[in-house]
């Protein structure tokens, strides 16, 4: 490369430094020992449950305390009374089973005998085939 120009280097320092040390490395003991000797200050925290061997939920906190002042009954909507007997009357009027109506609506018997002994949750989807299955109306006005 002659005659290129003048060569110059980069004669910069580059300095390379170990990494600082982890938080787990301050606190090993090696470490808390030579800071004493150095004098500086050193901050001790015990943690609330430390060397317990209690689970974190045993205490009762504030969620499990609100739940358990809670008075509202929550459950849900089952099927009305008129709509079980009008379903069980029109499958008698077809002289259909409830496996019958089970397979002619495409379900299982077991959502039939769920809304015949009103432990169904009630859903507009299954209520529909039922009413096209068995020719009635079950829902709205009568």
Do not use: F
Not at 10 to 18: A, L, Y
Not at 43 to 53: Q, V, W
Not at 58 to 77: A, C, I, P, V
Request: without cysteine; proline residues 4%; glycine residues 6%.
């Amino acid at each position: 490369m002659a005659g290129v120009g003048p060569i110059s280097q980069d004669w910069e320092p580059v300095v390379i430094r170990k990494k600082a040390p982890t938080a787990a490395a301050r606190k090993d003991e090696k470490a808390v020992n030579a800071a004493r000797r150095a004098g500086a200050e050193i901050e001790t925290l015990r943690k609330a449950n430390a060397g317990s061997n209690k689970a974190a939920s045993s205490g009762t906190s504030l969620n499990t305390r609100k739940l358990d002042d809670e008075t509202e009954n929550l459950s849900h909507d089952r099927v009305p009374t008129e709509l079980k007997k009008s379903i069980m009357q029109a499958r008698l009027d077809k002289k259909l089973t409830q496996a019958q109506l089970a397979q002619v609506i495409n379900e299982k018997p077991q959502i039939i005998q769920e809304y015949e002994s009103g432990k169904a949750i009630p859903n507009q989807q299954i209520i529909s085939k039922l009413e096209r299955a068995l020719g009635v109306k079950l829902r709205g006005k009568k």
